[in-house]
């Protein structure tokens, strides 16, 4: 039977399992050696060149997940994205790449892109037009993410992959927020897709890791590239990962279908002024995220009322967490300004509307019940202390 036609949890359950040819056993044996035979072998493994049985099995189902024909894993996301870029870009290219991104991304660009000699624009925006008027003669990647981090902002993924093919501009999406369960840009026509794994792929905040997938030829060069920069990933944690993964569909479902319900209590709640989440009417790019994702994503950002401390509601939650990361089935919170946007300087986070009234909410598996007594009782203990 063909993959293609394997449903979600089909692929998470199965594609990319390493058959326990010995002892036959239900779960994918795990490959520690870092040395193996070099004679007589049609592949020469090596854990820095991302293809131990376990590395290799499981960008299997990272592409099949993703629709492309092959997949690498990172140990982190940084270490795929940089990767991803250092492939496609070299001294005098250009880059043009979304304002409203994850601040790291944002970092690893502004501090070594010009070591390097490589050129980038942050759009003004994060319409097609605004793209399109950052593009330059010597422009060689667009990167765009979509859900962004915090603000949740929604690019038209189908007008970029459109703009980049037009112009002769390769298009890569940082997935991480939307995961292939909700959201799956190769169909859309966006070369490359990355994820942090350390997010949704993980899932239980217990694992640090990065993946790229895309076609085989963009593989073989980010390969390249890889097997020199060294950024691999343990096999003992790409095991832990193939484990998570077999539940990938069955969480994210889940979160996203809680994430609904708690934006729409949020948006209604006196004590929040605003809500930003995809699957909201009100969210001004609600009909394009219907049109484009299958699930509208279990992230979303909301600002406390002005009389509230951002911080000090924070300390009074019992049950969702603070917590730096996201995306684990516990439900957590931060302040973007003090963690993932920290490096960015005040006027950077004022133009892109990150305040400090601004809380990111990663919803988990919990009850909404439990989630929204947890929240209406942090309140209420801040109005009383
Ligand atoms: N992309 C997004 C959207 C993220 O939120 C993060 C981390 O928070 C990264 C990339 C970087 O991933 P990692 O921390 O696994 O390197």
Redo the contacts with the bound molecule.
Sequence with gaps: MSKKKFGLNTICTHVGEVKDEQFKGAVSPMYLSSSYEFLDVDVKRYPRYFNTPNQEFLSKKIAALEHTEAAMIFG????A?STMFFAFLKQGDHLVVQNTL?G??VNFIKEEFPKYGIEYTFTNGYTVEDFEAAIKPNTKLIHI?TPS?PLMTITDIKAIAKLGKSKGVLTSI?N??ASPVNQKPIDLGMDMVMH????YFGGHSDI???AVASSSEHIERIWNVGKNLGGSLSDITVWMLERSMKTLGLRVKAQTKNAIKLAKWLEKHPKISKVNYPGLKSHPEYKLAKSQMSGFGAMMSFELLGDIDALKFQKKLKLIKSSM??AGIESTMLSPYLT?HALLSQQERDNVGINDQLIRFSVGIEETKDLKRDINQAIVALELS
């Design positions: 982190s996301g940084m270490a994205i994850y790291g991304t993410e981090n940082d991480t927020f942090s794994a350390t997010k640090c890791a990065g990361s996201l993932s």
